[in-house]
């Protein structure tokens, strides 16, 4: 350990692993100070984790208030003096997780005291809210894992949640407008991609366009259209699908498998996504050329054609995102929707390393921050809403430049390739 | 080598496309109707030959409510008095000034500017330009600085004493109210997102008070509560009335224009509870969910925006302020239409008192809270 001074991928230096005991111990001592001497002795909080539909009805948990962010915080004080006594390795980021994750139940706990929270309901809008970041941070792992920055993951979905919603509606079939928002999302991968392969623009550039060009469009057609022929804005939504049995798992059933298509959808692409990425010859080709193109490139892999390939895949799965919004969600759409969802699963993709996975769980992340907002704003916990509305943005500047450091995207990502 | 390197007339033209195509999106001025209004040539009308221009406030002309609801008030114009209307859209603040701008460039006699968000642009533009006309909705100038209030000379104020009308919506929802909880949120935490939300908790309270039960509000406490951020994002709408109605709220009254389509959407799919539609009447405005709608909190800003427009054209325009109440009509709450054989006879005779008590100021709202 003591030799892993900058850092081996999951290591991390000495004075580093002191200083974050130090935080452990200080986030410790909040939760004794803010959460346990917070509560009233006496009082209990109930969570509810039930929906009703399951096999057997979880009874709600109520636990005392105070003593259980007594025992959160001795927790998180044991790791922290643990953490500087003789550190956890490459497992300090798990313990780190385990920390603020006291901290953050304890947070709950208090702001509970009294009264009840439905965690079930919490933990269900959590993973909701991850479907499109989540997606269009699979759209960017695609991209740059053959070398090509996608920054219009924003405008893809822009332009997707509305062709989907006009094709939906003036079809008159779901499964059509979805298959509509794909497409709109392909193209617009195309054209991303022929700017940035073909003539070599810079990509962030490149980008930005498509997201400025994907605003001022569906917003011109949106008010010229839809004000006055209201019936091609109303696609409908996909129901929610039941998944026999496992939907009658208590806890998880209804959080995981109680939803529309999308999330099923969802699941199946970060599945399929990480497969090929990482053990197909397909996956090992896409990460040479984002690698290294040259010698891709020596070895017979054409690079140009790998990376068209992936920014029209990486398209398709923002179109995915997109077509979430009108479809999978709300059912019709207005003007910026999207509302710069693309721009923080951009973050997520990097907070996962550029890995389907890791992306998922960044998204899921941003997600529990955003309904945690929710949910706090509901209890009255005496905070600004204006700094709970902060929280998923803190989060996002936390752990990306805190967490995640030294996150290494692939070495040619955003760099054209040209034969010499 | 030699050929690396972007090529810049490329960018060039894509920012180029990209900028007309947002400006497109700003300047759709709305030439639909005119010229061919049907009975304009046999007689003039007496807004013949004049503009009436509109800047919206982000969210778009056909928001279902806050925008929406103004620029009927400019249709309404057009047809009655043969102005011409116009709107610029903004996708986002920095296009509040651009479109100010371009509309007293373009000469229009009156310019309406909706929003609290547009204040200080409109401000400043009515200062800069003494002969243009303004008008600008949910705004009362004050000066923080030296603590006093403003008035511009052509500029006239229309704001709403919206919690006049939620005060009535808080009070039968209270009563309709099954799980003894109802909801809120808002767009942003401003003035007159919140106005709604204080009538609606002092609504309540007045229930709780007079027939000694004890509805909770969720998520407004007279000063703060739960907010969404924008009012664009109707997928964090939908979720978080999902929220509150995993809380136990079963009537819900979103304050956040379109975002509050993602609540319909949310309880539709959920089957159970109803919401308070703002601006307009739901059921006219967003037909397809009327069956969700126990009632509107309606904010007349079509009628406030027509009478500006009137007076300009009548040459009786003066600055200053308008405000809205539920005793000149300026606010008040729709029919409970789907829901009007739900609702006891003594709650509705109830409101139609309740209705006399503010208007004769036996109540007032802010004592409730």
């Known amino acids: 350990m003591s030799t892993a001074a900058a850092g081996l991928p999951g290591g991390i230096s000495q004075k580093r692993a002191r200083v974050l005991g130090l935080v452990f111990i200080a986030l410790s001592l909040g939760i004794f100070w803010w959460f346990a001497l917070g509560s009233e002795s006496g009082l209990s909080s109930t969570f509810k984790l039930s929906s009703g539909n399951e096999f057997v009805t979880v009874p709600d948990l109520s636990l005392p208030a105070r003593s259980t962010a007594l025992f959160l915080g001795t927790i998180a004080a044991f790791l922290g003096g643990l953490q500087i006594a003789r550190g956890f390795g490459n497992k300090t980021y798990l313990v780190l997780g385990a920390v603020v994750l006291c901290f953050i139940l304890a947070f709950l706990v208090w702001a509970a005291r009294d009264r009840s929270l439905n965690m079930l309901g919490m933990l269900s809008s959590t993973l909701l809210r991850a479907v499109p970041l989540t997606l269009g941070a699979l759209s960017g792992v695609l991209c740059e894992r053959a070398g090509v920055i996608n920054i219009a993951i924003e405008g893809m979905m822009l332009t997707a949640a509305f062709t989907g919603a006009i094709a939906a509606s003036a079809i008159g079939n779901l499964w059509i407008g979805l298959l509509a928002g794909i497409a709109s999302g392909a193209l617009l991968g195309l054209l991303l991609a022929v700017l940035s392969i073909r003539y070599r623009v810079d990509q962030i550039i490149g980008g930005t366009v498509i997201n400025i060009f994907a605003l001022g469009l569906t917003s011109y057609l949106s008010a010229r259209v839809f004000s006055s022929y209201q019936n091609l804005n109303s696609p409908g939504r996909f129901s929610v699908i039941e998944i026999p049995l496992l939907s009658k798992i208590p806890i998880i059933g209804p959080i995981f498998f109680s939803n529309n298509i999308f999330i099923y959808l969802m699941y199946a692409l970060v599945a399929v996504i990480?497969?090929?990425?990482?053990?197909?010859?397909?996956?090992?080709?896409?990460?040479?050329?984002?690698?290294?193109?040259?010698?891709?490139?020596?070895?017979?892999?054409?690079?140009?054609?790998?990376?068209?390939?992936?920014?029209?895949?990486?398209?398709?799965?923002?179109?995915l995102a997109g077509a979430y919004f009108t479809l999978g969600s709300v059912g019709r759409f207005d003007e910026n929707m999207t509302a710069g969802r693309g721009f923080i699963a951009l973050a997520a993709m990097i907070f996962g390393r550029w890995h389907p996975v890791g992306a998922f769980g960044a998204a899921l992340l941003f997600g529990f921050a955003d309904s945690l907002q929710n949910k706090l704003a509901i209890l009255k916990v005496p905070i600004a809403s204006e700094f709970l509305l902060m929280a998923p943005y803190l989060v996002t500047i936390f752990v990306v430049a805190g967490v995640v450091g030294r996150a290494r995207p692939p070495a040619a990502d955003g760099q054209p390739y040209t034969k010499e | 080598m030699r050929n690396r390197g972007m090529k810049p007339w490329l960018i060039a033209m894509f920012l180029v496309l990209a900028m007309f195509a947002a400006a497109c999106a700003e300047e759709s001025t709305d030439g639909e109707d005119t010229g061919d209004d049907t009975g304009t040539e046999e007689e003039a009308l007496p807004g013949e030959g004049m503009t009436a221009c509109q800047v919206t406030d982000t969210g778009g002309i056909d928001d279902k409510s806050f925008n929406q609801t103004a620029y009927a008030g400019l249709e309404q114009a057009q047809e009655e008095l043969g102005v011409e209307a116009k709107f610029l859209e903004s996708s986002t603040p920095n296009d509040f000034e651009p479109n100010i701008n371009a509309f007293i460039e373009q000469g229009c006699d009156i310019i309406i500017t909706v929003g609290f968000l547009l204040g200080d642009a409109t401000a400043a533009a009515a200062e800069a330009n003494p002969d243009q006309k303004f008008a600008i909705v949910d705004v009362d100038f004050f000066d923080f600085e030296k603590g006093e209030d403003v008035v511009y000379d052509n500029a006239k104020e229309l704001t709403f004493q919206t919690d006049q009308a939620a005060f009535l919506a808080g009070y039968v929802?209270?009563?309709?109210?099954?799980?003894?909880?109802?909801g809120t949120y808002g767009g942003i935490n401003i003035p007159p997102v919140s106005i709604f939300m204080n009538g609606w908790l002092a609504g309540a309270n007045y229930w709780n008070e007079t027939k000694g039960a004890a509805v909770e509000v969720l998520g407004w406490d007279g000063k703060d509560g739960l907010?969404?951020?924008?009012?664009?994002?109707?997928?964090?709408?939908?979720?978080?009335?999902?929220s509150l109605l995993d809380e136990g709220a079963d009537v819900i009254l979103p304050v956040a224009g379109p975002v509050g389509?993602?609540?319909a959407a949310a309880l539709q799919d959920a089957g159970e509870g109803s919401l308070v539609w703002v601006d307009t009447d739901g059921c006219v405005s967003v037909e397809e969910y009327c069956d969700l709608f126990l009632t509107s909190v309606m904010k007349n800003m079509n009628i406030a925006v027509y009478d500006a427009i009137a007076s300009v054209v009548d040459g009786s325009f003066e600055g200053g302020l308008y405000s809205g109440t539920l005793e000149n009509g300026g606010v008040g709450i729709a029919p409970f239409n789907e829901f009007d054989s739900q609702i006891d006879d003594t709650i509705k005779t109830e409101v139609e008192e309740l209705q006399q008590k503010i208007i004769s100021g036996e109540i007032v709202v802010a004592d409730y809270l």
Not at chain 1, 300 to 315: D, E, P, S
Not at chain 2, 233 to 241: E, I, L, S
Request: net charge positive; aromatic share 8%; charged share 25%.
């Open chain 1, 274 to 319: 990480a497969f090929a990425m990482f053990r197909t010859r397909w996956g090992l080709r896409v990460r040479a050329v984002g690698e290294h193109p040259k010698a891709a490139d020596t070895v017979g892999i054409k690079v140009l054609r790998v990376r068209y390939q992936n920014v029209v895949l990486g398209g398709m799965v923002a179109g």
């Open chain 2, 173 to 182: 929802a209270a009563g309709m109210s099954e799980t003894g909880k109802i």
């Open chain 2, 227 to 242: 907010f969404t951020g924008d009012f664009e994002d109707q997928d964090k709408g939908r979720n978080t009335t999902e």
């Open chain 2, 261 to 263: 389509l993602g609540s």
